[in-house]
Nanobody
Framework: QVQLVESGGGLVQAGGSLRLSCAASGSMFIANNVMAWYRQAPGSQRELVATITPGIITTYRDSVKGRFTISRDNTKNLLYLQMDNLRPEDTAVYYC??????????WGQGTQVTVSS
């Protein structure tokens, strides 16, 4: 059974940093999937934050460009999201997502990020 497990969330003051991790288990190899981070704030729809392809092409939503960095470690089968200069509006549950070559989608359970002003 394929699973994605996020970690690294927490409470941080505005301007601070956090690094989220996403560990894949089962038969999933992160290197073979389009990996992404999404987030969902209370009362809001889930939104795409950043993506990374098997060819290591990255994309970001405009509001996090220059502050967030998505990366992966294929040897450890881990996905990361480095978040710097955090703002209160970054407060949300952050989810790891994988889309396989066959378009099968897998979600993690989410990790809470809270940024205080």
């Amino acid at each position: 059974q394929v699973q994605l497990v996020e970690s690294g969330g927490g409470l941080v003051q505005a301007g601070g940093s956090l690094r989220l991790s996403c560990a894949a288990s089962g038969s999933m190899f992160i290197a073979n999937n389009v990996m992404a981070w999404y987030r969902q704030a209370p009362g809001s729809q889930r939104e795409l934050v950043a993506t990374i392809t098997p060819g290591i092409i990255t994309t970001y939503r405009d509001s996090v460009k220059g502050r967030f960095t998505i990366s992966r470690d294929n040897t450890k089968n881990l996905l990361y999201l480095q978040m710097d200069n955090l703002r209160p509006e970054d407060t949300a549950v952050y989810y790891c997502n994988a889309v396989s070559i066959g378009l099968q989608m897998t979600w993690g359970q989410g990790t809470q990020v809270t940024v205080s002003s």
